[in-house]
């Protein structure tokens, strides 16, 4: 309990220290502590605003990324289309060369065929003549009997298998 109890002496010189004290910090360094208070007040201060000015620059900026992205977004959509438009003219014209091509090529084939059909018929024309005249040469020499038809018709036979066979 005796703390608690109250001593006029050392309530006395605890309120002289404090004066003295208060007094001495009052005269020497309370300019310093103001002084240090106020620049720190000063630079929180300033951080404050420098925080708010980096806020709406990041705002600005935010909202300036957003209009090139959609710009870009808009751009890019067209160079697709464009790209699908180029895509599809390409491949028309790639089906139209085709076509033309494939129609030049069937002409040709179709002419090709047409003459070598034309060559088959006149060299077949050319053999049946010869065939014809070489019979006719035979029959002309001689009379013939039933023997003679035969062998003329082997005879025949075995030439134009000859000829054939040459080609």
Same mark, same amino acid.
């Given at each position: 309990?005796?703390?608690?109890?109250?001593?006029?002496?050392?309530?006395?010189?605890?309120?002289?220290?404090?004066?003295?004290?208060?007094?001495?910090?009052?005269?020497?360094?309370?300019?310093?502590?103001?002084?240090?208070?106020?620049?720190?007040?000063?630079?929180?201060?300033?951080?404050?605003?420098?925080?708010?000015?980096?806020?709406?620059?990041?705002?600005?900026?935010?909202?300036?990324?957003?209009?090139?992205?959609?710009?870009?977004?808009?751009?890019?959509?067209?160079?697709?289309?464009?790209?699908?438009?180029?895509?599809?003219?390409?491949?028309?014209?790639?089906?139209?060369?085709?076509?033309?091509?494939?129609?030049?090529?069937?002409?040709?084939?179709?002419?090709?065929?047409?003459?070598?059909?034309?060559?088959?018929?006149?060299?077949?024309?050319?053999?049946?003549?010869?065939? *014809?005249?070489?019979?006719?040469?035979?029959?002309?020499?001689?009379?013939?009997?039933?023997?003679?038809?035969?062998?003329?018709?082997?005879?025949?036979? *075995?030439?134009?298998?000859?000829?054939?066979?040459?080609?």
């Amino acid at each position: 309990m005796a703390l608690l109890q109250v001593e006029p002496g050392l309530f006395i010189w605890t309120w002289i220290t404090f004066i003295t004290v208060f007094i001495i910090l009052r005269l020497f360094a309370w300019k310093h502590i103001l002084k240090g208070l106020n620049a720190r007040a000063d630079k929180i201060q300033n951080d404050i605003e420098e925080a708010e000015k980096t806020k709406e620059e990041a705002k600005r900026n935010i909202v300036a990324q957003r209009e090139q992205m959609e710009q870009v977004k808009k751009e890019a959509s067209l160079i697709i289309e464009s790209a699908k438009n180029e895509a599809l003219g390409l491949k028309d014209k790639i089906v139209s060369e085709a076509n033309e091509q494939i129609t030049i090529n069937k002409v040709k084939l179709l002419d090709e065929i047409e003459h070598a059909q034309s060559k088959a018929v006149e060299d077949v024309r050319k053999e049946a003549t010869t065939l *014809a005249c070489t019979m006719a040469e035979v029959i002309l020499k001689r009379t013939f009997t039933e023997k003679d038809h035969e062998s003329l018709i082997n005879d025949f036979i *075995a030439k134009a298998a000859e000829k054939h066979n040459k080609k």
